[in-house]
């Protein structure tokens, strides 16, 4: 999402056409984000404010996908999350009970505001053996001051404290490529992925077995793709060149 289609709030150009023109032609997409503080509902609507029109139902956040394996795992279970709307609201349509009382799973997820309370809390469910499960590994978050601490960061302190490793289920874990391919009934023969980055979107789209586009409006650099052990199937700069050939 971000990188790919907007940046800093703005459509990046040809976006708009773009998404558009996979819904004339009535091709099943999905667009993935690790972001998991916000739900699938209010992301719809940040998109519609820069001239992105999706239906809620395209949009596939790392709480979504947390929440789907978590019911897989586990039917109908309790977790104790730190997190916002998109992971709680996630959780709960999932069928989970969020409980501080010896829950299945310590769940989490972004927050704008870590509490060194729910930290302490996670970590003692955790030694008290929940098991520890996180839906991204980003260390750090965007905002208008600077970098901000976010889940991968938090997660290295709960484990610093536990002795316990989360498993990420967010990306490059191309777990969240293939739950995304289940949701919308594609296969990965006939797939394909655009991000911005090498270590996050290529990687888990290779792993995915899915043909992969680099796009040049985000985080890699075209100098630095060659950094890289691998490479995306085709580098582009933007999604606007790939409107002609939905």
């Not at 191309?174 to 911005?196: C, Q, V, W, Y």
């Amino acid at each position: 999402m971000d990188g790919v289609l907007v940046h800093e709030g703005h459509a990046i150009p040809g976006a708009p056409e773009f998404i558009r023109a996979l819904r004339d032609k009535g091709r099943p997409f999905l667009i993935l984000t690790n972001n998991s503080i916000f739900t699938a509902r209010d992301l719809r609507a940040r998109l519609a404010t820069s001239g992105i029109d999706v239906p809620e139902d395209a949009i596939w956040t790392s709480a979504l996908a947390t929440a789907q394996f978590l019911h897989d795992q586990i039917p109908e279970g309790s977790a104790y999350a730190i997190g916002e709307a998109g992971l709680t609201t996630a959780l709960y349509e999932a069928g989970y009970t969020l409980t501080e009382a010896d829950p299945d799973y310590v769940v989490l997820g972004e927050t704008r505001t870590y509490s060194f309370e729910a930290i302490t809390k996670a970590v003692r469910l955790i030694l008290g053996g929940a098991r520890f499960i996180c839906t991204n590994p980003d260390t750090t978050g965007p905002s208008q001051e600077g970098p901000l601490p976010a889940t991968g960061a938090v997660a290295a302190m709960i484990t610093s404290a536990t002795g316990r490793k989360p498993y990420f289920v967010g990306k490059p874990n191309p777990m969240m490529f293939r739950s995304a391919l289940n949701r919308i009934d594609a296969h990965s023969e006939k797939t394909a992925m655009i991000g911005d980055r090498m270590d996050t979107d290529v990687v888990a789209g290779i792993e995915a077995g899915l043909y992969t586009y680099l796009v040049m409006t985000g985080s890699t650099r075209a100098s630095e793709v060659d950094r890289f052990p691998f490479r995306p199937s085709q580098v582009i700069d933007s999604v606007a060149d790939l409107v002609d050939r939905i």
